[in-house]
């Protein structure tokens, strides 16, 4: 809660349930993996040795989640790999209470390595190492392309070629059809774009209103937002605390400087914030005529809303609008009632959403019920709990065992009578 400015909602979901959950769903994974094993014939014992990679993964973990910061290094180490771990500076301290929980439950010395400092330096002696063989990575979508970048420079150093595991930004959506309950809308909303101040990778940061629904719920949205307040997360009143450094309140704040000298767009919630004691950002909710403005486009990482209201018979060509509008394709949501409109939405917005919500919020995906991860400039897509991330640390050995071997070279069809 004080590390991360995290109320103790927020809090306890991640840092408690959801660690819990990513530990004991991937050892139930990870027995799934070795059960899976090839048919045997007459005679012979086939089977895969699911090894670990050859060399060590480097795991780079977000500020955000706890969570998170404790599955990317114990994922790898799980399958049998050696692990170096280099925790963002704003979670440092989460990072080696994790560390320290996981010595007190027996983890061997050595096999996952905590390394804190500056990230650029310690990559610039992880990545430089012949023996890395993968990156276990959350973050930003340019920092995960620095480090592809880097590693295809020294692609002829390495051992192996490096497995590159990344989950990175959002521009995370909601549309809303024609047919959606606005109290639905409205809380979808709310939680899913100010829960933790909008710094989840999940957060919804754009949503597409049609005009029907926004008459009928849009004055009671932008009213409870007002009401939201951010401050002390120990005063239990409080929805949520402060953004987690200077750079990110920087960032906000010339969003929203931007957006109240931008000809399209309104303020017409929030807009306020204040650095004097903590770094906070008053929840924003921008409205705007152009859904293509660049508080649709780009990612702020904080509580700021871009919403657009379009024609209720504009419903399949906002859709195309959602898809092409942003680089990224993390997680969306439709919010409507109508089950074709559901049906349309899932097809016209198959490739714009790693995660997609039918009547829900885009963020609070469970470990074992909702994998997670997006494609396109969101990451690789390997779905942080669940069997396909764990594949991604082997490297399968296939063994053949033959009981019964030949004794002669000559194949039956050369036979002489």
């Not at 409870?224 to 402060?242: C, F, H, M």
């Not at 931007?258 to 950002?281: I, L, P, Q």
């Amino acid at each position: 809660m004080l590390g991360q400015s995290k109320s103790v909602y927020q809090a306890e979901i991640d840092a408690v349930c959801e660690l819990i959950d990513f530990w004991r769903f991937n050892v139930a994974f990870a027995r799934q993996i070795l059960e899976q094993q090839p048919i045997s014939g007459p005679g012979e014992w086939n089977r895969i040795d699911y090894r670990p990679l050859d060399g060590f993964v480097y795991a780079i973990t977000p500020f955000n989640f706890t969570s998170i910061a404790g599955n990317l290094p114990t994922a790898p180490a799980l399958m049998g790999n050696t692990v170096i771990w280099k925790p963002s500076i704003t979670q440092t301290l989460a990072a080696y209470l994790t560390m320290q929980l996981l010595e007190a439950a027996g983890l061997p010395p050595g096999v996952i390595n905590l390394v804190t400092g500056d990230g650029f330096a310690v990559s610039d002696v992880a990545l430089a190492d012949p023996r890395l063989a993968g990156i276990h990575f959350t973050g930003s979508t340019a920092t995960f392309g620095h480090l592809w970048q880097w590693v295809g420079t020294n692609i002829g150093r390495y051992h192996s070629y490096p497995r590159l595991v990344g989950e990175t930004g959002g521009k995370d959506f909601v549309v809303a059809h024609a047919s959606a309950r606005p109290d639905v809308l409205r809380t979808a909303l709310i939680r899913g774009a100010f829960d933790y101040q909008g710094q989840k990778c999940s957060a919804v940061s754009r949503a597409f209103i049609a005009h029907s629904v926004w008459q009928r719920m849009g004055d009671e949205l932008l009213a409870k937002a007002a009401e939201l307040r951010y401050g002390d997360i120990t005063d239990l009143s409080n929805y949520g605390g402060a953004l987690i450094d200077q750079r990110a309140f920087v960032k906000n704040v010339d969003a929203i400087e931007r957006a109240k000298g931008a000809a399209a767009v309104t303020v017409a919630v929030g807009g306020e914030y204040d650095d004097s004691e903590g770094y906070f950002v008053r929840p924003t909710v921008l409205l705007s005529d152009d859904p293509t403005d660049e508080s649709f486009v780009i990612e702020y990482f904080g509580p700021l809303l871009s919403v657009h209201v379009y024609p209720d018979e504009r419903y399949e060509q906002i859709l195309d609008v959602i898809d092409t509008g942003s680089r990224y394709a993390l997680t969306g949501a439709v919010i409507a009632d109508d089950r074709q409109a559901v049906l349309t939405a899932l097809d016209r917005l198959r490739f714009a959403a790693g995660n997609f919500y039918v009547n829900d919020k885009p963020t609070g995906a469970v470990v074992g019920r909702q994998p997670f991860g997006g494609a396109r400039g969101s990451g690789t897509n390997d779905k942080a709990g669940s069997p396909l991330n764990l594949l991604r640390w082997t490297s399968a050995r296939s063994i053949k065992e033959t009981f019964v071997a030949a004794t002669d070279h000559i194949y039956p069809h050369m036979a002489v009578d």
